[in-house]
């Protein structure tokens, strides 16, 4: 345990250990937060507290900005117009860097973790050996030099391990109510009246569970595919029909988008 120990507090493991320390409590805080755990009371304190902050940076941002703006005129917009160049060309500088790393599209907490874990878990397992292969050599050399080729093995090696992960972590914003128009959706109900019936549409992502009802007398029922014909913002609810119902030069249309949302509204008319 003594050895172990030795090991975790010796130069550079212990900078590992520390951000590994950082990473591990914020992994803690997205859990808790995660589990949707309230810890604290005084909700209504809190956001008291929380928009009182928020006007006082909205009320600092606009003093910056008029600040900024009169220094921008008396200067003839030359400098900071540079500036602002400068940093943006600094931003998409740093964004091609992690890109070409294989950490693009990646969260920079989840990237930077792994590279912390990784970095630790290198130091801390070729440490001793290091030293003892280059004893010759000065201990503060061998150690810097150790700790700088642990955090660039496991950077490039952290950039690779994550690019399977990149499909995960694309937003798939869930089509609006006027997308769903002319779309078919999948009934989940037993049936479909004039005042209720369930129905799901696959967005590409988890789906979307839709209350539905349907004006005209059918046999719709579970498993059976409907067309949404449009959405009826004070019940909350769309309004769907078979799609038997439709000829069958309508039924070809319903691949494209804009024509199905036509066929939608023609038929809602009626």
């Given at each position: 345990?003594?050895?172990?120990?030795?090991?975790?507090?010796?130069?550079?493991?212990?900078?590992?250990?520390?951000?590994l320390?950082?990473?591990?409590?914020?992994?803690?805080?997205?859990?808790?937060?995660?589990a949707?755990?309230?810890?604290?009371?005084?909700?209504?304190?809190?956001?008291g507290?929380?928009?009182?902050?928020?006007g006082?940076?909205?009320?600092?941002?606009?003093?910056?900005?008029?600040?900024?703006?009169?220094?921008a005129?008396?200067?003839?917009?030359?400098?900071?117009?540079?500036?602002?160049?400068?940093?943006?060309?600094?931003?998409?500088?740093?964004?091609?860097?992690?890109?070409a790393?294989?950490?693009?599209?990646?969260?920079?907490?989840?990237?930077?973790?792994?590279?912390?874990?990784?970095?630790w878990?290198?130091?801390?397992?070729?440490g001793?050996?290091?030293?003892?292969?280059?004893?010759?050599?000065?201990?503060?050399?061998?150690?810097?030099?150790?700790?700088?080729?642990?955090f660039?093995?496991?950077?490039?090696?952290?950039?690779i391990?994550v690019?399977?992960?990149?499909?995960?972590?694309?937003a798939?914003?869930?089509?609006?109510?006027?997308?769903l128009?002319?779309r078919?959706?999948?009934?989940?109900?037993?049936?479909?009246?004039?005042?209720?019936?369930?129905a799901?549409?696959?967005?590409?992502?988890?789906?979307?569970?839709l209350n539905?009802?349907c004006?005209?007398?059918?046999?719709?029922?579970?498993?059976?595919?409907?067309?949404?014909?449009?959405?009826?913002?004070?019940?909350?609810?769309?309004?769907?029909?078979?799609?038997?119902?439709?000829l069958p030069?309508?039924?070809?249309?319903?691949?494209d988008?804009?024509?199905?949302?036509?066929i939608?509204?023609?038929?809602?008319?009626?």
């Amino acid at each position: 345990m003594t050895t172990f120990l030795a090991a975790l507090l010796a130069f550079p493991t212990a900078i590992f250990t520390i951000l590994l320390g950082v990473v591990l409590a914020y992994w803690l805080c997205v859990i808790i937060g995660a589990a949707g755990i309230d810890m604290l009371d005084g909700d209504s304190a809190l956001e008291g507290g929380a928009k009182a902050m928020s006007g006082a940076f909205e009320g600092g941002a606009k003093a910056t900005s008029g600040i900024l703006e009169g220094g921008a005129k008396a200067l003839g917009g030359h400098d900071v117009g540079h500036a602002g160049h400068s940093h943006l060309h600094d931003a998409e500088a740093a964004t091609g860097l992690l890109a070409a790393l294989g950490f693009g599209g990646i969260p920079v907490t989840v990237s930077v973790s792994l590279v912390v874990f990784l970095s630790w878990s290198l130091s801390l397992l070729s440490g001793q050996a290091t030293h003892s292969l280059l004893s010759m050599l000065p201990s503060w050399l061998v150690s810097t030099g150790l700790g700088l080729g642990c955090f660039v093995v496991a950077t490039v090696a952290s950039g690779i391990a994550v690019r399977p992960l990149r499909p995960i972590f694309i937003a798939k914003k869930a089509p609006g109510r006027e997308a769903l128009m002319g779309r078919v959706c999948t009934i989940s109900s037993g049936s479909v009246t004039a005042k209720d019936g369930h129905a799901t549409f696959d967005d590409g992502a988890a789906g979307l569970i839709l209350n539905v009802f349907c004006d005209k007398p059918n046999q719709l029922k579970r498993g059976q595919p409907a067309l949404i014909l449009g959405y009826d913002a004070e019940r909350g609810v769309y309004e769907v029909e078979p799609v038997d119902w439709l000829l069958p030069q309508e039924m070809e249309q319903l691949r494209d988008p804009l024509k199905a949302a036509a066929i939608a509204r023609a038929r809602a008319q009626r």
